[in-house]
Nanobody, 116 residues
Framework: QVQLVESGGGLVKPGGSLRLSCAAS????????MGWYRQVPGKQRELVAE???????LYHDSVKGRFTISRDNGKNTVSLQMNSLKPEDTAVYYC??????????WGQGTQVTVSS
């Protein structure tokens, strides 16, 4: 089993910044993909940003230029630097990892609220 532990959520004003971090532990087979999803009530969970082994990164169009994902492979951690936050970024953010066997893992989620 793999456990993902997130930290860094909270309340921030529009235009502010937050940094989310996620650490993987447990029976870790090589993690192939690691990233962040978000979900608001009544909507499907959506991909925010993801790091893929080999260096490729993916971003949701709405966060390009504002969010930056980074991964430390040696420590099995992934971080999401979120700048110029908007009220529409308010959601529960989930860390997600997929190993090379295709098994997926989720963190417990951390609330991000952007409000004045």
């Amino acid at each position: 089993q793999v456990q993902l532990v997130e930290s860094g959520g909270g309340l921030v004003k529009p235009g502010g910044s937050l940094r989310l971090s996620c650490a993987a532990s447990g029976s870790i087979v090589n993690i192939y993909r690691m990233g962040w999803y978000r979900q608001v009530p009544g909507k499907q969970r959506e991909l925010v940003a993801e790091c893929i082994s080999g260096g490729e990164t993916l971003y949701h169009d709405s966060v390009k230029g504002r969010f930056t994902i980074s991964r430390d492979n040696g420590k099995n951690t992934v971080s999401l630097q979120m700048n110029s936050l908007k009220p529409e970024d308010t959601a529960v953010y989930y860390c997600h990892a997929t190993d090379i066997l295709g098994s997926g893992y989720w963190g417990q989620g951390t609330q991000v609220t952007v409000s004045s």
